[in-house]
């Protein structure tokens, strides 16, 4: 593995991840594993009344990427509609998968731009997207 992946960027980022608390009263919870690394990540949501993030809860148990990436997610999707992060999640795994786009949708992504050349790291780096995005969409109905 690469040391350019685990860089101080990516090591701040995983340290200091926002929201990092589970809700007491969730509309919807959601826990995506990896199975290649058994990276694991729990969001749970509540959605205001105009389907806007409004609460979120994480608990991460993953590899300083997959920390990387909930921070950047977290930081950032707050007040976004269920369309908007399932967007994102869609996003993020094309260009993981396919290349097929850049980074830029989502503010701070880039840092995590080298591991596209790592496959085993892709899945962890998606969790806490695929994870959100399921969650609103199990909240918003």
Known sequence: MSASLYNTDILRLAASIPHHQRLANPQAS????SPV???????????DDDGHL????LEVRACALGQASASLMAAHAMGMTA???VDARDRLLAYLNKGER????????????PAKAYPARHASIALS????????????G
Do not use: I
């Not at 997207?129 to 969409?137: G, N, S, T």
């Open 30 to 33: 959601v826990e995506k594993r």
């Open 54 to 57: 409004a609460e979120l809860g």
């Open 37 to 47: 690394c058994g990276s694991r990540v729990t969001v749970d949501v509540r959605m």
């Open 129 to 140: 997207f695929e994870a959100l995005a399921e969650a609103v969409q199990k909240a918003a």
């Open 102 to 113: 850049d980074l830029e949708f989502w503010p701070g992504l880039n840092v995590l731009a």
């Open 83 to 85: 369309g908007e992060l």
